[in-house]
């Protein structure tokens, strides 16, 4: 019994105990176990653990995003996946969004494709007809190069001198290369110098604070500036650069973001890291000799200076022959039964008219001791009279001639004497051959006169020769013994060769029994004059 | 090789273009100032062994017309702001000007100068102003560009501790 009570005594104390403990408990630690219970509850309860994490999200991004790179690497796929599903459901959201800078975007590449444009139009007209781009031209299409490529390797009229690489943030130099030393010591001075400067463009003079400054001319040096996000190419070129070379400094800038964008963005002032882009650069400094710039014009002298000769020479030429034309028209004039009415002097020709005694002389004799070319001289002369007395005398001496070469003489069958009824033919004659005489003296020619002795068809020829002969022998002997010189005188038979009337076939043979005359008229070697 | 980009700031006459002539040879004249607002030099030295570019911005001073550009702060990685003992009112300037580059340019290492030392006598900073800058918590120094005192200091000390800074980035 006192062994249960004692065990009842025993329970009801320790419950009594637990009782206090409990009590003692609550009063210890009661608050930290119902907030240990609040804690339990919040981190099994999703949504009252993203509120908490709400509060502090913003700033652990903020704290991660200063300390590396991870986060925004993680997030970038969804950034990207959320774009294209906010895309794929509602693409005018996205549309409006972008709609204000939209404009300024496509109007700024518009504007730089159309400069583009213009500037490789202007450039294509420039070669447009030059020889050298036509070997250009062949060139490519034979090693299946593109034409700027071509163009490049070959524009010899420009050189990239100096290259810079600048960090766009900083200002500070990140590479240099120069392809001579010594035109510019301080590049990072220079460096900095150019960024300073291109923010004191923009905000001068840019409308738009994005807008960047790309060309500067300083003298003979042409400033090319290439931007990227990041870096800044900048380009020291003397000469004509030809456009494709902006495509060059492009392409460097692209690849220098490619291949160092992560090294840029943490750039701290330490340039070893980016010892590498001298290969970018290296590949930008293109272009031919200086030297080749100053073009020689010694080919165009040379042409001018034989132009000049060639001129020069046709001048002189020209001269001489119109001195030549002058000296023979001079001549014409002087010369009588010759009146020159009008000359020409045409580029390649000359011309004279006028009018011309037959008895004149002939004026291609003249031109023919001018020198002048003679199809070169049109010459056009109307006939007409000369009252000059020389042509008088001809006149008459011609007119004599005429008279005495109609003279016949007849005679009877087989006979030489001449019949008594020709005496007065004869005396005729020798009329004529004394006037005749005195006029060509007058004029300085010598007078021959040749009688031919003639026969019938009849008999036999060697008889006929003789008769011939005879008769022609009968008058000059008549005419000796009337005075006139022997030495004037030939004579000839010649039979019945000669038949007066050769294309009659029937006709009174006694015609033919005859003795003529022919006169000829020699230029006496002491006196000049016209031949005869 | 380090390079590294310092801007010179304070208002206008307080010396800072002084005080890089004091430090450098100057290849640009400073009739650039005038023209784009910033003068450009450059000065080498040597923190813990290692080759560093002292690229000094001297900003055109701020006036009532003219004040800082933001662009041209950029990228920097310390500065320097300079006041002129014998006016009182251009370290008010400083310590506004301060606000102004922290906010631009996040936390850097600057150093705080109050140029004219040699002209102590007609100062009118007093001492009361100097514990101003001290419960800032502001590193400063009092230089003068005319007898050279503290110049080097300026520099030197400057670098080693963007370079310092660097280095704790790093680890």
């Given at each position: 019994m006192p062994l249960i009570r004692h065990g009842l005594a025993d329970s009801l104390e320790a419950a009594e105990a637990e009782e206090r403990l409990r009590q003692l408990r609550a009063l210890l630690i009661g608050p930290e176990v119902e907030q240990i219970a609040a804690l339990q509850r919040r981190l099994d309860d999703p949504r009252l653990r993203s509120e908490d994490l709400s509060a502090s999200i913003a700033e652990a991004i903020?704290?991660?995003?200063?300390?590396?790179?991870?986060?925004?690497?993680?997030?970038?796929?969804?950034?990207?996946?959320?774009?294209?599903?906010?895309?794929?459901?509602?693409?005018?959201?996205?549309?409006t969004s972008l709609f204000p800078i939209i404009g300024e975007a496509v109007r700024k590449?518009?504007?730089?494709?159309?400069?583009?444009?213009?500037?490789?139009?202007?450039?294509?007209?420039?070669?447009?007809?030059?020889?050298?781009?036509?070997?250009?031209r062949l060139e490519a299409w034979r090693t299946g190069r593109s034409f700027g490529e071509v163009a490049l390797t070959h524009s010899l009229s420009y050189r990239v001198e100096q290259v810079f690489l600048i960090h766009r943030e900083t200002g500070l130099l990140l590479g240099h290369l120069a392809f001579t030393t010594g035109i510019l010591e301080n590049a990072d001075l220079v460096s900095g110098m150019l960024t300073?400067?291109?923010?004191?463009?923009?905000?001068?003079?840019?409308?738009?604070?994005?807008?960047?400054?790309?060309?500067?001319?300083?003298?003979?040096?042409?400033?090319?500036?290439?931007?990227?996000?990041?870096?800044?190419?900048?380009?020291?070129?003397?000469?004509?650069?030809?456009?494709?070379?902006?495509?060059?400094?492009?392409?460097?800038?692209?690849?220098?973001?490619?291949?160092?964008?992560?090294?840029?963005?943490?750039?701290?002032?330490?340039?070893?890291?980016?010892?590498?882009?001298h290969a970018n650069l290296q590949r930008c400094l293109l272009g031919g000799q200086r030297a080749r710039l100053r073009r020689s014009y010694k080919a165009v002298w040379t042409v001018a200076l034989l132009l000049l000769l060639a001129v020069a020479a046709l001048a002189a030429v020209r001269i001489r022959d119109n001195r030549r034309w002058t000296r023979y028209v001079d001549?014409?004039?002087?010369?009588?039964?010759?009146?020159?009415?009008?000359?020409?002097?045409?580029?390649?020709?000359?011309?004279?008219?006028?009018?011309?005694?037959?008895?004149?002389?002939?004026?291609?004799?003249?031109?023919?001791g001018s020198k002048l070319t003679e199809r070169r001289v049109v010459e056009r002369w109307e006939p007409y009279q000369s009252l000059d007395p020389k042509f008088e005398g001809m006149r008459k001496l011609d007119l004599e001639k005429a008279a005495l070469e109609r003279q016949v003489l007849h005679f009877d069958l087989n006979l030489a004497q001449l019949p008594m009824s020709q005496?007065?033919?004869?005396?005729?004659?020798?009329?004529?051959?004394?006037?005749?005489?005195?006029?060509?003296?007058?004029?300085?020619?010598?007078?021959?006169?040749?009688?031919f002795g003639h026969t019938d068809r009849t008999g036999k020829e060697d008889r006929n020769?003789?008769?011939?002969?005879?008769?022609?022998?009968?008058?000059?002997?008549?005419?000796?013994?009337?005075?006139?010189?022997?030495?004037?005188?030939?004579?000839?038979?010649?039979?019945?060769?000669?038949?007066?009337?050769?294309?009659?076939?029937?006709?009174?043979?006694?015609?033919?029994?005859?003795?003529?005359?022919?006169v000829v008229l020699l230029q006496n070697p002491s006196s000049p004059g016209a031949p005869r | 090789m380090i390079q590294k980009k310092i801007c010179m700031v304070g208002s206008f006459g307080v010396g800072k273009t002084s005080l890089v002539a004091r430090y450098v040879k100057s290849i640009f004249s400073d009739k650039y100032f005038t023209t784009l607002g910033v003068k450009i030099d450059k000065k080498s030295l040597s923190v813990e062994g290692e080759e560093v570019n002292l690229m000094l911005w001297d900003l055109a001073g701020e006036d009532a017309l003219t004040q800082i550009k933001p662009m041209q702060l950029r990228g920097a990685s310390g500065y320097i702001l300079v006041s002129d003992g014998c006016r009182v009112s251009t370290l008010d300037a400083a310590i506004d000007l301060q606000s102004r580059v922290e906010a631009e340019l996040g936390s850097l290492p600057f150093t705080c100068v109050?140029?004219?030392?040699?002209?102590?006598?007609?100062?009118?900073?007093?001492?009361?102003?100097?514990?101003?800058?001290?419960?800032?918590?502001?590193?400063?120094?009092?230089?003068?560009?005319?007898?050279?005192?503290?110049?080097?200091?300026?520099?030197?000390?400057?670098?080693?501790?963007?370079?310092?800074?660097?280095?704790?980035d790093a680890r």
């Open positions: 903020a704290i991660r995003s200063r300390q590396d790179r991870k986060l925004q690497s993680a997030l970038q796929p969804l950034i990207e996946e959320a774009l294209r599903i906010s895309v794929a459901r509602d693409p005018a959201m996205l549309a590449a518009v504007a730089h494709a159309l400069q583009g444009m213009f500037d490789s139009l202007n450039l294509v007209l420039d070669r447009g007809l030059s020889f050298e781009s036509w070997r250009w300073a400067v291109q923010d004191f463009v923009r905000d001068s003079f840019g409308r738009m604070k994005t807008e960047d400054l790309e060309v500067m001319e300083v003298g003979e040096f042409k400033l090319w500036l290439q931007h990227g996000p990041l870096v800044l190419l900048a380009a020291v070129v003397s000469g004509q650069p030809p456009p494709e070379l902006r495509q060059v400094f492009e392409r460097e800038v692209e690849a220098i973001h490619r291949d160092f964008g992560p090294a840029l963005q943490a750039f701290d002032g330490d340039s070893s890291a980016f010892e590498a882009t001549r014409l004039r002087s010369e009588p039964g010759i009146v020159v009415i009008g000359e020409q002097r045409h580029w390649l020709s000359y011309a004279v008219t006028g009018l011309r005694d037959p008895l004149a002389v002939d004026p291609r004799l003249l031109l023919a005496f007065n033919v004869l005396e005729t004659v020798e009329d004529e051959i004394t006037s005749l005489r005195q006029i060509a003296d007058a004029n300085g020619l010598q007078l021959r006169i040749e009688i020769a003789q008769l011939s002969q005879a008769r022609a022998g009968t008058i000059s002997t008549a005419l000796i013994q009337r005075g006139i010189p022997s030495s004037m005188l030939t004579v000839s038979g010649v039979s019945d060769r000669s038949p007066q009337h050769a294309a009659i076939e029937t006709y009174p043979q006694e015609l033919d029994r005859r003795v003529t005359f022919k | 109050v140029n004219k030392v040699d002209l102590r006598d007609n100062w009118e900073v007093d001492d009361a102003a100097l514990d101003r800058l001290r419960t800032l918590g502001w590193s400063f120094l009092l230089t003068s560009a005319k007898s050279g005192v503290g110049v080097e200091a300026l520099f030197q000390s400057l670098a080693e501790r963007m370079v310092r800074e660097k280095k704790i």
